[in-house]
C-alpha cells in the first residue's frame, strides 16, 4: 500500500516549528551553562528527529541540511568543553537557516547561498572538532575498553574493540498512519556499523480476512557490530519514540544469517516484546485540530449561548413559579450552556510562553549589535491567553522589547558610571487579575525623559509651549504618529513608526497601555488585556431605548453626578470632578443620536471608564448589568465604525453595540482637560 505522504505536511510543518524553537531555546540556555549534558541531549533529539521526519516526507534539503547539523551537536556531544561562544553563534545561525527551508518547503528551489554558507560553516566547526581530539596526546578509549566499566558488562567481539548489539524495533499499530517507513530507520542504523540483517516478527499478524491495511502487525530485529553505547542508538529512533518501543541489548550468540535490511525478510525473530496491551498507554494525549474547525465550533456555541438566553428570558416573561419543571429545566440548561461554553473557549487558550520564546534570542541579537550587556527575565508564560489574542501581540511586544533595549538601556559604561550593574536587565512579565490579563514590559535603565519628550512635542506641533499637562500626558506622546525622540535613525528606532501602531494593536484587542517610568531606575509598560475576544463580560447600558455594552475591564466606577460635580468649561466641554480629578465628559446620546434619552446630568448616570492612559465619563440613562455576551464582528458584516468594536444578541432578541472606548474617545475629541479642580469651579 503506497500512503500519501503529503497528508502529513502540515503536522510536518507544525512539529518542525515547535523543535525548531526548542532548538533555539536550548541553544541559548547552553550559552549560560556550556556543560549541560542534558539540555545538549535534548538539542541533538530535536535535530535528529527534524532529520528523520524530513527524510520520511521526502524533503532532502531538510534533511540534508540537519544531518551536517547533528553531526556539528554529535561533536560536541562528544567532547568534554560543552558549547563555545563560537559554535553557539553558528549553531543559532543553523536554525535561522533551517526556518529558512521550512518556510521555503513548497518553493522546490534550490539551497539558497547564505544557507549554503551555513552548512558549510557547520562542517568546518565539526572538522574542527574532529581534528582536536585527533590530535589529543592520548586517544580517547574505545567504549568497550572504558577502564570504569565492568570486564563483564559488554560483549565485545574478538580483536576488533566492537560489541554486537540486538535492536528490537516494535511498532504501535499506528506506525504506518504517521506516515513512518521501518526501511529509513535501519537505514540510519546501519550508519553506525555493520548490521547483520534485518528480521521480522510476524507473530502479531492476523488472518487476511482481519487484516486493517493501515496498522502495523510487524515487529523487526536486527544485531548490529557497532562501537557506540546504547545511548545513541536509541537515538537514532527519538523522532518515533511516540509510535514505537525499541530495546537495545547486547548479543554473544551466533551472527544471525546475512540479508540485506532493504528486503525485510519474513522471517520469524525471538518473541518480541508485547506492545498491544501497552498501546493506549503510548498513544498521544493531545490532538491536532484545524483552527478553522475551533473557530466554527466557538461560533456555533455562541449561537447556543444566546439562543439559552433567549428562552430564559421568554420562560420569565411567562410568570411561571420558580419551582416549576420548566423552570428547573431552563436553570440546567443555562449550567450546562455555561460549561459548554468555558471548556470550548479553553480550547483556544494558549500559554502565553509561546510568545515569549522568541525573545531570548531577539535580546541576545540586538543587545550584541548594540554594543551592549543584556539579559531577558521572563515571568508568568503560564499564563493563557485566547490563541488569536497571542498571535496578534507578537508585534507589539516585538518593539517594545526593542525600544527597551535601544532607548531604554545604557552601556556598560554608563551603567558603571551610575554604580548599577553592567548587565542590564529587561523584564517580559504576565499575570492573569480582574478577570484579565496583565502584560508587563519593562528594563532598568535611566527611564523616560519627559522634558525631552516635551520638547520635541512643541516642535512638532503637539503642545503648545507653557501648556499645562501632567508628566503621563507627557509620556503618553511617545504614541503619537510620527513621535520619536531618537537623534540617529537607525534600523531599530528613529523612524516614529512602531509606538503608534503598538498603541493601535492593543485598542483593536480591547486592550489598555499605560507608563510607569522612574528617572534612573527604568521604565514598564503595562498593557492590559481581555482574555477571549470572542466572549466578553460586559456591562449593559440604557440610553432611551437603546442598550449599549462596555467591556468590564474598562469600567473604574459610576455614580450620579452633585451640581459641585458637574461643570461646563468654555472652550473644553463638560466635564466631571471625581475626587479632585477633572474628567471629561461624553453624552452616548449625542454621539449617537438616541432620542428620548436623559438629558440632565444630575438625573442621568455617569459611568468612569479607563482610556488612553486616562479617563473619561459616559452619560448613560440607566444600568442594566453585567453579563457575559458574544462578540460578532461589524466589520465582516458591513463596515467598520469608529467607536464600536462589534455587536451581540441579548436575551430579548434585540442587537446591542459593544463600545470600543479608546476608539470612541478619539471619535468624539475629547481628552483629558488641561485644569485643575480650582480652574473648574
Request: hydrophobic letters at 40%; one cysteine or more.
Amino acid at each position: 500500500m503506497k500512503i500519501d505522504l503529503s497528508a502529513f505536511k502540515q503536522s510536518f510543518l507544525e512539529e518542525t516549528n515547535e523543535r525548531i524553537a526548542a532548538l533555539e531555546q536550548g541553544l541559548l540556555q547552553l550559552e549560560s551553562v556550556p556543560t549541560d549534558s542534558e539540555q545538549l541531549n535534548a538539542i541533538f533529539r530535536a535535530a535528529h528527529s527534524i532529520k528523520g521526519a524530513a527524510g520520511s516526507l521526502g524533503f532532502t534539503q531538510i534533511a540534508d541540511f540537519t544531518h551536517v547539523l547533528e553531526t556539528l551537536l554529535g561533536q560536541i556531544r562528544s567532547g568534554s568543553a560543552g558549547v563555545s561562544g563560537e559554535h553557539a553563534s553558528v549553531l543559532l545561525q543553523a536554525v535561522d537557516a533551517l526556518r529558512e527551508l521550512v518556510c521555503n518547503i513548497d518553493s522546490n528551489a534550490p539551497m539558497s547561498a547564505s544557507t549554503r554558507a551555513v552548512m558549510d560553516q557547520i562542517t568546518q566547526a565539526s572538522m574542527s572538532l574532529a581534528a582536536d581530539k585527533t590530535q589529543s596526546a592520548h586517544p580517547p578509549p574505545s567504549h568497550c575498553d572504558s577502564p570504569t566499566e565492568p570486564a563483564n558488562a559488554r560483549q565485545v567481539l574478538p580483536q576488533t574493540g566492537l560489541r554486537r548489539a540486538r535492536v528490537t524495533v516494535c511498532p504501535r499499530s499506528e506506525f504506518f498512519v504517521s506516515g513512518l517507513d521501518p526501511l529509513l530507520l535501519f537505514r540510519d542504523l546501519s550508519r553506525l556499523g555493520e548490521s547483520e540483517g534485518v528480521v521480522a516478527d510476524l507473530s502479531k499478524v492476523p488472518t487476511l480476512a482481519q487484516i486493517e491495511p493501515e496498522k502495523c502487525y510487524i515487529a523487526f530485529t536486527s544485531v548490529l557490530q557497532t562501537s557506540v553505547t546504547d545511548d545513541e542508538i536509541q537515538d537514532v529512533f527519538a523522532f518515533v519514540e511516540d509510535t514505537c518501543a525499541v530495546q537495545v541489548t547486547d548479543d554473544a550468540s551466533a551472527p544471525v544469517e546475512r540479508r540485506a535490511a532493504a528486503a525485510l525478510p519474513m522471517a520469524a525473530s525471538p518473541r518480541a516484546p508485547d506492545t498491544t496491551q501497552t498501546q493506549s498507554k503510548g498513544t498521544a494525549s493531545t490532538l491536532r485540530v484545524a483552527t478553522e474547525k475551533v473557530d466554527a465550533l466557538i461560533d456555533l456555541v455562541g449561537e447556543i449561548v444566546i439562543a439559552q438566553s433567549m428562552v430564559k428570558q421568554l420562560v420569565q416573561a411567562a410568570g411561571l413559579p420558580p419551582d416549576s419543571a420548566l423552570q428547573n429545566a431552563v436553570s440546567a440548561l443555562e449550567h450546562n450552556t455555561q460549561d459548554l461554553q468555558a471548556r470550548v473557549m479553553a480550547i483556544r487558550m494558549v500559554p502565553i510562553a509561546t510568545a515569549f520564546a522568541r525573545f531570548p534570542r531577539l535580546v541576545r541579537d540586538l543587545s550584541a549589535s548594540l554594543g551592549k550587556n543584556a539579559v531577558i527575565e521572563i515571568e508568568g508564560g503560564e499564563t493563557e491567553l485566547d490563541k488569536g489574542v497571542v498571535e496578534r501581540l507578537s508585534d507589539p511586544l516585538t518593539h517594545l522589547v526593542r525600544n527597551s533595549i535601544d532607548h531604554g538601556l545604557e552601556t556598560a559604561q554608563e551603567r558603571l558610571a551610575q554604580n548599577k550593574p553592567e548587565q542590564g536587565k529587561i523584564r517580559l512579565a504576565a499575570r492573569h487579575e480582574a478577570g484579565g490579563v496583565i502584560i508587563e514590559v519593562g528594563d532598568d535603565g535611566h527611564g523616560l525623559n519627559a522634558a525631552k519628550i516635551r520638547a520635541k512635542a512643541e516642535a512638532q506641533g503637539l503642545l503648545r509651549a507653557g501648556e499645562t499637562v501632567t508628566d503621563d500626558q507627557i509620556h503618553s506622546l511617545i504614541f503619537e504618529p510620527g513621535f520619536s525622540t531618537a537623534e540617529v535613525v537607525s534600523d531599530v528606532s528613529g523612524r516614529g513608526v512602531g509606538m503608534d501602531v503598538v498603541k493601535r494593536t492593543i485598542d483593536s484587542l480591547s486592550g489598555s497601555i499605560s507608563i510607569v517610568t522612574q528617572p534612573g531606575k527604568g521604565t514598564t509598560f503595562r498593557i492590559k488585556l481581555p482574555v477571549t475576544l470572542a466572549i466578553l463580560d460586559g456591562l449593559t447600558l440604557g440610553v432611551g431605548e437603546q442598550r449599549f455594552i462596555v467591556p468590564l475591564l474598562s469600567v473604574a466606577e459610576s455614580f450620579r453626578p452633585t451640581l459641585k460635580e458637574y461643570k461646563r468649561v468654555v472652550g473644553q466641554g463638560e466635564i466631571v470632578l471625581v475626587r479632585g480629578h477633572a474628567l471629561p465628559m461624553i453624552r452616548l446620546h449625542e454621539c449617537y443620536e438616541i432620542p428620548g434619552a436623559e438629558r440632565d446630568p444630575m438625573r442621568a448616570l455617569v459611568v468612569i471608564v479607563e482610556a488612553d492612559n486616562g479617563r473619561v465619563a459616559l452619560l448613560v440613562d440607566s444600568l442594566l448589568g453585567q453579563s457575559q455576551v458574544v462578540l460578532k464582528s461589524l466589520e465582516a458584516h458591513y463596515q467598520r465604525i469608529e467607536g464600536i468594536m462589534g455587536a451581540t444578541i441579548l436575551g430579548d432578541g434585540r442587537i446591542s453595540l459593544i463600545l470600543d472606548i479608546p476608539g470612541m474617545v478619539r471619535a468624539n475629541g475629547r481628552g483629558a482637560p488641561n485644569l485643575k479642580p480650582a480652574d473648574a469651579a
